[in-house]
């Protein structure tokens, strides 16, 4: 259930809260270009070395985890049946951010 606070304007809380996990970070810059996205495809980091199990551990938090607080911030609007995500009603309240963290992302730490 949404908080009333998740209805109104993001406060900085929140956004940091959200972007705090390099998968939900990865997921909203994707949006900046890509929407609707494929929830299946979370633009998970290009680990070399990933097995088939950390794969699958991964979008079960996906699925479980992070698609779900990203749709209660309203960051995302996420269709379960489809398995597909696009910008929510609040995406754009955070995109400045989301902008700063692609264009600056040989500046900043790995992540």
């Known amino acids: 259930m949404m908080t009333e606070e998740a209805n109104s304007p993001s406060s900085m809380d929140i956004v940091l809260n959200v972007l705090e996990n390099r998968y939900r970070r990865r997921m909203l810059v994707a949006l900046l270009e890509h929407n609707p996205q494929d929830a299946d495809n ?3 980091p290009a680990d070399s070395e990933l097995a088939a199990e950390d794969l699958e551990t991964r979008r079960i ?9 990203l749709e209660e911030s309203g960051f995302i609007e996420w269709d379960r049946d489809t398995n597909s995500v696009r910008k929510g009603p609040h995406f754009d309240e955070i995109q400045p951010l989301l902008e700063v963290l692609q264009n600056h992302a040989n500046k900043l730490p790995d992540g």
Do not use: D, G, I
């Open 61 to 69: 938090h996906m699925r479980h985890s992070h698609l779900p607080k």
């Open 42 to 44: 979370p633009q998970l």
